[in-house]
């Protein structure tokens, strides 16, 4: 199956700096999505992005799907940033299933 | 609201004894999920279920045994529970392959199991 990873696994910030998460997958996907996992443990979707370039205020997805990465922009980080950040992939097989990387654990300080 | 919900949000329970968690979309999606999400924050899929079809089962134990009654429902019911299954449950949902953005997820809240 596809394997996904994801860097850095923990990032500590002061508020107000950028950071660039990135998640690497091992083949060609059908299906590339961003959640954030709040400290209250909800999962929301930031992006649906199998490939190409997205932008949601303060946040901004890329997906080169050829050189099998996604990187994550926050600019201006704020307090309510802080969680984990996870990479979901599925592959193109019909008996592929959808796989999350390990995550990055951001934290952003006053 | 359009969602899915999960019910209920914490259980706190004894070794061997049997549970339920359940599952609700009004998303009128196809195709719903549960995940477990272990203490180190992994997150893995268990079963998938396509207009109440089981489409995907990662070898789970024979003691969780997913039922949908219809497609807006998917229920997981675990026997004899261990202390090992103590994780967050996720109840997920989809439009499935064939939609205009193939198997987006769109997760409930979570069921926090605690086995004592």
């Known amino acids: 199956g596809i394997q996904v990873e994801q860097s850095p696994p923990d990032l500590i910030l002061q508020e107000g700096a950028n950071s660039t998460l990135r998640c690497n997958f091992s083949d060609s996907v059908n299906n590339l999505q961003w959640f954030h996992q709040n400290p209250w443990g909800q999962l929301i979707n930031l992006f649906y992005?199998?490939?190409g370039t997205k932008q949601n205020g303060r946040l901004s997805a890329t997906t080169v799907a050829t050189e099998r990465y996604s990187l994550l922009y926050i600019s201006s980080s704020q307090t309510t940033d802080s969680g984990v950040y996870f990479c979901?992939?599925?592959?193109?097989?019909?008996?592929?299933?959808?796989?999350f990387g390990s995550g990055t654990r951001l934290s952003i300080r006053p | 609201d359009t969602a899915v919900s999960q019910t209920p949000k914490y259980l706190v329970t004894q070794m061997g004894n049997d549970k339920s968690i359940k599952c609700e979309q009004n998303?009128?999606?196809?195709?719903m999920y549960w995940y477990k999400q272990d203490s180190k924050k992994f997150l893995k899929i268990m079963f998938s279920?396509?207009?109440?079809?089981?489409?995907i089962n990662e070898t789970v134990p024979n003691r969780f045994s997913p039922k949908s009654p219809d497609k807006a429902h998917l229920n997981l019911h675990i026997n004899s529970l261990e202390l090992g299954d103590s994780a967050v449950y996720f109840c997920?949902?989809?439009?499935?392959?064939?939609?205009?953005?193939?198997?987006?997820?769109?997760f409930g809240p979570g069921t926090r199991l605690t086995v004592l």
């Open positions: 279920y396509n207009n109440k079809e089981l489409i």
């Open positions: 997920a949902s989809s439009q499935g392959r064939e939609g205009a953005r193939p198997n987006e997820q769109f």
């Open positions: 979901a992939v599925e592959g193109y097989s019909s008996a592929s299933k959808i796989i």
């Open positions: 998303l009128g999606h196809d195709t």
């Open positions: 992005i199998p490939s």
